[in-house]
């Protein structure tokens, strides 16, 4: 990829739909460029995106936008969350930043170092983590102007045990997280979701991760912008760690669809 091509795909949908959904983790490409400050090897580093990266997830949402009856958009981050996590805060209010999380990494998922101690974190956010939010913000507010309402389903997964990074990791990890917020969440979206995953087995509320993606230019101040993450236990559709996904895949893509075609 050229240093100044996007890193991230806007994967257009029918012009009535007002859906995004979201794929924020579902990458492994690391520029050498970056891979340069990361100090750890090659086979730690690999086993590291085998335990960090939301395998397959952008393959569930490709099947649910083939599947639904109105094409959602598609928003896909085509690099590692090693790069930079989109999904962060970039500045204090992020929790993650207690465990070397926050929107560059420099500690990994068992508390290692990703990064040397003083890294500088301002280019990369420059260089990834900004264009990308503008698009995002871009993304919604076109919905906004062709439907007067935007809905970003987010779509994640995580690892059957908790992995030592993860500051909530002691509550319940059912096969599909529900994670919600106040402002964004309305109640007709939450029911909508709780009934399109109904047959993959219990659906849970934000555990063991709680929230959900909503650009800083509309979070909680644009109710017209509605939001869910939808975090899917890797052992319903995958074998851990980074392996391959099984048809446990086809049946999750068939129900984000049903969910895409309730709300759209």
Not at 63 to 76: D, I, K, L, S
Request: aromatic residues 6%.
């Amino acid at each position: 990829m050229p240093p100044s091509a996007p890193s991230f795909d806007l994967l257009p949908g029918a012009a009535a739909s007002p859906l995004i959904l979201h794929v924020p983790h579902s990458a492994r490409e690391i520029p050498p460029q970056v891979r340069a400050d990361i100090v750890l090897g090659d086979a730690e580093l690999a086993r590291e995106l085998d335990h960090i990266t939301d395998a397959h997830t952008a393959g569930i949402a490709a099947g649910a936008a083939a599947a639904a009856r109105v094409t959602p958009w598609r928003f896909v981050n085509r690099m590692s969350r090693l790069v930079v996590d989109p999904e962060r805060f970039p500045d204090e209010r992020e929790e993650m930043l207690a465990v070397g999380m926050g929107a560059v990494y420099t500690r990994t998922t068992h508390k290692d170092v990703l990064r040397p101690d003083g890294f500088d974190t301002g280019p990369l956010v420059e260089r990834y983590f900004r264009p990308y939010a503008r698009a995002m913000s871009k993304a919604v507010a076109d919905r906004l102007a062709a439907t007067g309402r935007a809905v970003i389903i987010d779509v994640h997964s995580y690892p059957t045990a908790p992995l030592p990074y993860e500051l909530h990791g002691t509550g319940p990890r059912p096969p599909v997280c529900l994670g919600t917020d106040t402002f964004h969440t309305p109640p007709e979206l939450l029911a909508a979701a709780r009934e399109a995953f109904a047959e993959c087995g219990e659906t849970g509320l934000d555990s063991p991760f709680a929230g959900t993606y909503v650009p800083l230019e509309f979070y909680e101040a644009d109710a017209r912008v509605s939001a869910l993450m939808v975090e899917i236990r890797r052992d319903v559709y995958m074998s851990e760690p980074g392996g391959p996904a099984h048809d446990g895949l086809t049946r999750l893509a068939a129900a984000l669809a049903r969910l895409v075609d309730a709300v759209g």
